[in-house]
């Protein structure tokens, strides 16, 4: 049994508690939350620290399998750049590529990150998922702009799909974005998310050019389409919308929907999507470090937060961005959203992403019979509760 204590304890669920204390048994189980209303008695065994106790982090959205790319992709070239170069890069050793996921996993370890949502369109990472000390919930992600590949991207996937349940590893069958997964291919994955209720995510309005390819299709993302990856796109009837409300009934009807990026999101965006579906069940993954390092752009986080969305964080993958750090992220949006309390940056980082993953009976927050992990922020402004460039993450359980 261990009883640790800081200046703040923030449990997420519940508000702060100055001085608070955490008992936890051997195993990380958490079998008592103390209000000390400030008054912290010395008592024995109690460990002490100077910062902010949290619990472990949630990276809603990361591609591990990307991880050997990083630094080799030149930054803000644009969503269209960004995937003509991955494109052409991707292609690397086999055990380059294990070893870097094995490095990816660790960092995220160390960087207090719990449970990660992770894209896969290859085997490559699970095993290594497997093993991992982090809970990860698989998405098999499939492409396939034109309607005659979609049975073979499908089948590929299920394949996927069929290993990740011999591993015992959660996951579910998802589309790429609306750009690049043909009307077929969505009814086959709509199917088999519906069938076993899984988790749905998809990437969405990363960019301006995914919605002018869904207005009136110009833009980067059709001269990707024809040029990048040769297809011919003449068959193409944009619809007038913008691209999440154009795709959005193609989606499977289950509880979750992630949602992610959201770099080019509207108001209008919003009241459509909240005509079809229960907003309370919709997380909003942003990713600011890499929107940043592709487009320098970032997605509009004064409305999200006045709508009272669920907002998530992911740090994508290592191919546009230089680490994979939760912590990283919530400064960014503290930089650039200066309204953004402390209070829900911790709470876009654990619970809503345990939500999000359909783990919140075990992360998250800090309650009885959880067990979220702990980590210290250390060096923060403890008088305003804000973080600082100096902030730092321990993760302590
Ligand atoms: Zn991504």
């Known amino acids: 049994m261990r009883k640790i204590a800081a200046t703040y304890v923030f449990p997420v669920t519940s508000p702060p508690l100055k001085n608070g204390i955490i008992t936890i048994d051997e195993t990380g189980k958490i079998l008592n939350i103390e209000d000390t209303r400030g008054n912290l008695r010395e008592q024995a065994g109690l460990e002490y620290y100077n910062g902010i106790l949290v619990p472990g982090f949630v990276n809603a959205h990361c591609h591990t399998e990307l991880s050997h790319l990083k630094n080799k992709i030149p930054e803000k070239t644009g969503l269209g750049g960004f995937i003509g170069a991955i494109n052409k890069i991707r292609k690397a050793e086999e055990e380059e590529i294990i070893i870097q996921i094995r490095n990816a996993d660790r960092e995220m370890y160390h960087n207090g990150i719990v449970a990660v949502g992770d894209i896969s369109n290859q085997n490559s990472s699970l095993e290594i998922k497997k093993e991992s000390k982090l809970d990860y919930f698989t998405f098999i992600e499939v492409f396939g702009f034109l309607p005659e590949r979609a049975d073979r991207a499908f089948s590929f996937a299920e394949n996927i799909y069929n290993r ?45 050019d995914e919605n002018l390819f869904y207005r009136d299709g110009t833009g980067e993302i059709t001269e990707h389409l024809k040029n990048n990856i040769g297809l011919d796109i003449s068959g193409w009837k944009p619809t007038g919308q913008n691209s999440l409300p154009s795709i959005i009934d193609k989606l499977p009807q289950t509880d979750q929907l992630l949602l992610v990026h959201n770099t080019f999101t509207t108001i209008s965006d919003i009241r459509i999507l909240e005509q079809t579906r229960d907003l309370k069940n919709i997380f909003f993954v942003l990713c600011p470090n890499a929107n940043l390092y592709i487009s320098n752009s970032l997605p509009d986080v004064e409305l999200f937060r006045s709508l009272k969305l669920n907002i998530c964080l992911g740090t994508d993958s290592l191919a546009s961005n230089g680490e994979l750090s939760i912590l990283s992220e919530m400064k960014t949006v503290q930089k650039n959203f200066k309204e953004t309390t402390l209070e829900e940056l911790i709470k876009w980082a654990t619970i809503n992403g345990a939500r999000a993953l359909r783990m919140e009976n075990k992360l998250g927050s800090f309650e009885v019979g959880k067990k979220p992990g702990i980590n210290l922020i250390e060096k923060a402004d403890l008088h305003h509760l804000k973080l600082t460039s100096e902030t730092k993450v321990r993760k302590l359980i």
């Open 164 to 208: 990740c349940n011999e591993l015992k590893l959660n996951a579910s069958i998802v589309p790429h974005s609306p750009y690049s997964v043909s009307g077929d291919l969505f009814k086959l994955i709509k199917n088999n998310t519906e069938k076993n209720n899984g988790i749905v995510s998809i990437h969405n309005q990363e960019s301006k």
